[in-house]
């Protein structure tokens, strides 16, 4: 008769050490074996046609990876966004009130430009770049732009 012997998983469960002796010897890194592709070495690439069935056609990074420079993200704001919150800027001093018009320097509160996405409905005296749709719908509502 054939006599199955305990997997030593199943013949430790309740003891401390699972047969590694002093607890610490099985904590570390070195008993983990590495981390994604660690340790294919020199023949690595034969696991390439086990991933291909995968269909994963590299490991890692591929290519150089370039500075883009000279590229700068331009910050816009739209007309709505400006009606929306025109109010609560003026509440915490961020833009002036003159009367009934709102003046508003989009350097200060870090935008770089208007864009016409929507209605304004307060008259506003704009200081920075607007479009050209956007200088438009703000002087249609009573405002001004001041490059």
Same mark, same amino acid.
């Given at each position: 008769m054939v006599v199955k012997r305990a997997k030593k998983s199943k013949k430790f #469960?309740?003891? $401390? @050490? #699972?047969?590694?002796?002093?607890?610490?010897? #099985?904590?570390?890194?070195?008993? +983990?074996?590495?981390?994604?592709?660690?340790? %294919?070495?020199? +023949?690595?690439?034969? @696991?390439?046609? %086990? %991933?291909?069935?995968? #269909?994963?056609?590299?490991?890692? $990074?591929?290519?150089?990876?370039?500075? @883009? @420079?000279? +590229?700068t993200h331009e910050e816009a704001i739209t007309l709505r966004d400006i009606d929306l919150r025109v109010e609560g800027w003026a509440s915490r001093n961020l833009v002036k009130k003159?009367?009934?018009?709102?003046?508003?320097? %989009?350097?200060?509160l870090s935008y770089d430009k208007v864009v016409s996405s929507g209605k304004l409905n307060h008259k506003v005296k704009i200081i920075g770049a607007v479009s050209a749709e956007a200088k438009k719908k703000i002087e249609a509502a009573g405002g001004s732009v001041a490059q």
């Open positions: #469960h309740g003891t $401390r @050490r #699972h047969g590694y002796g002093f607890s610490k010897q #099985h904590q570390g890194k070195g008993h +983990r074996g590495g981390k994604g592709n660690a340790g %294919l070495g020199k +023949r690595g690439q034969q @696991r390439a046609t %086990l %991933l291909y069935s995968k #269909h994963i056609k590299h490991l890692g $990074r591929i290519g150089a990876m370039v500075e @883009r @420079r000279g +590229r003159e009367k009934d018009i709102f003046i508003i320097d %989009l350097e200060a």
